[in-house]
């Protein structure tokens, strides 16, 4: 079956410890994105990625890194510059290119994240 | 740039009653619209999405979204919920020329038998 997953599901961080995060597709979509979800806030962009070798920072990028080394897979790696990152990070993919705006996005089933 | 705003932060309402979950959006251009829901402790799934065309949308699970221009409106409405439908439901713009949306900040309907 075609998808995203994503894990680990639960992840704990010790403060000043870098945690990765791993997100794979095998839907042979082009784009993919993490979000970070907060209660009441929706979901905030922190990277994404059209090809393979190139990334953008999104709105919130500050604490966070990635990596697109190939097309199916898309880390995000949550270092200790991140100040507050106990959260729900969702990655997800799309048709990117010629015109992804109007695709829609896939999304894998998310990792919660607690800083001890 | 476009924004996107969920009136309300939660909804209750009960079992078999028909429920409307607002959204309004601003952008200087023609806009793409999307309803996506979140259940529990999952990621998102799309719902429906308007592109162009009819203005009326039918999505999955029975649901279904008026876009209205003049109002900058795109409502999602179904006409008897039940129990199954208890999630967070978000909102999202995009245009042509980005690469990404953007997403409002969730409505979370409760139903109650």
């Known amino acids: 079956d075609g998808g995203i997953t994503q894990s680990p599901k639960y992840l704990f961080r010790k403060e000043g410890q870098n945690v990765t995060l791993s997100c794979e597709q095998n839907l042979n979509h082009d784009a993919m994105y993490w979000y970070r979800q907060d209660p009441g806030q929706g979901l905030r962009l922190i990277y994404y990625?059209?090809?393979?070798?190139?990334?953008q920072k999104g709105d919130i990028a500050e604490g966070y890194s990635v990596s697109r080394e190939k097309k199916e897979s898309f880390p995000l790696t949550v270092t200790s510059a991140q100040k507050n990152p106990t959260a729900f990070y969702l990655c997800?993919?799309?048709?990117?290119?010629?015109?992804?705006?109007?695709?829609?996005?896939?999304f894998g089933p998310g990792t919660r994240l607690t800083v001890l | 740039a476009q924004s996107v705003t969920q009136l309300d932060s939660q909804v209750p309402v009960f079992e078999e009653a028909p429920v409307e979950l607002r959204c309004n959006y601003s952008s200087s251009v023609s806009v793409y619209l999307f309803w996506y829901v979140q259940y529990p402790n999952q990621g998102l799934q799309l719902l429906l999405k308007?592109?162009?065309?009819?203005?009326l949308v039918k999505g999955i699970n029975g649901f279904e979204a008026e876009f209205n221009k003049s109002q900058t409106s795109f409502h999602l409405r179904k006409p008897s919920v039940h129990i199954s439908d208890t999630a967070e439901y978000f909102c999202?713009?995009?245009?042509?020329?980005?690469?990404?949306?953007?997403f409002g900040s969730g409505t979370r309907l409760s139903i109650r038998p």
């Open positions: 308007y592109l162009s065309g009819s203005t």
């Open positions: 997800a993919s799309t048709f990117d290119w010629p015109a992804g705006a109007y695709n829609e996005q896939f």
């Open positions: 999202a713009v995009s245009v042509r020329s980005a690469s990404k949306i953007i």
């Open positions: 990625s059209q090809i393979v070798n190139d990334f």
